[in-house]
């Protein structure tokens, strides 16, 4: 729900299921119910745009998960530069940076991406991307780093 033209509100459901390969029972799957609820701002500075998307997932687990339910927040920021036209792609590179906390664990992962869009289609884009992310585990931090293909649709 757009409230301003540079602020919007968006709630969400997502459901998903995942085979529990260490389950005691064999195939056994487990079920996720996740609300979801985005808040994003979004301004101009000279010819760049900035976005800070503020996401909460409040996760219900199935109870074969051996999961307690919790709460997830994510915050986001993007600067985007649109400056390149090539034949009937625009192209407009991006760099963001993704805080993850945890509810009763606190700050656990940074994600960091840097890369392009270009729309394909009226309502399709598609993002490439290099992808630095450091998770912290049981036994300390664990880095990733990934490239990325990333098709979006809209309606």
């Known amino acids: 729900y757009r409230l301003t033209d540079n602020f919007m509100i968006s709630p969400g459901i997502r459901e998903s299921y995942s085979?529990?390969?260490?389950?005691?029972?064999?195939?056994?799957?487990?079920?996720?119910?996740?609300?979801l609820l985005a808040m994003n701002c979004n301004?101009?500075?000279?010819?760049?745009?900035?976005?800070?998307?503020?996401?909460?997932?409040?996760?219900h687990a199935s109870a074969n998960?051996?999961?307690?339910n919790y709460t997830l927040y994510r915050n986001c920021i993007k600067a985007q530069l649109p400056c390149c036209k090539l034949t009937s792609l625009q192209l407009v590179p991006?760099?963001?940076?993704?805080?993850?906390?945890?509810?009763?664990?606190?700050?656990?992962?940074?994600?960091a991406?840097?890369?392009?869009?270009?729309?394909?289609?009226?309502?399709?884009?598609?993002?490439?991307?290099?992808?630095?992310?450091?998770?912290e585990t049981s036994t300390?931090?664990?880095?990733?780093?990934?490239?990325g293909l990333f098709f979006n649709g809209s309606f």
Do not use: C, P
């Open 19 to 35: 085979l529990l390969t260490s389950s005691a029972i064999r195939d056994d799957w487990g079920h996720n119910h996740e609300l």
């Open 43 to 59: 301004w101009k500075m000279g010819d760049w745009n900035f976005s800070d998307r503020n996401l909460f997932h409040f996760v």
């Open 65 to 68: 998960q051996n999961i307690k």
């Open 94 to 111: 991006f760099i963001s940076d993704e805080l993850f906390f945890k509810e009763s664990v606190g700050y656990f992962r940074n994600r």
């Open 113 to 135: 991406q840097i890369g392009v869009t270009a729309q394909l289609l009226e309502k399709v884009s598609m993002n490439l991307f290099y992808q630095w992310q450091t998770t």
């Open 140 to 147: 300390g931090w664990r880095t990733l780093n990934a490239f």
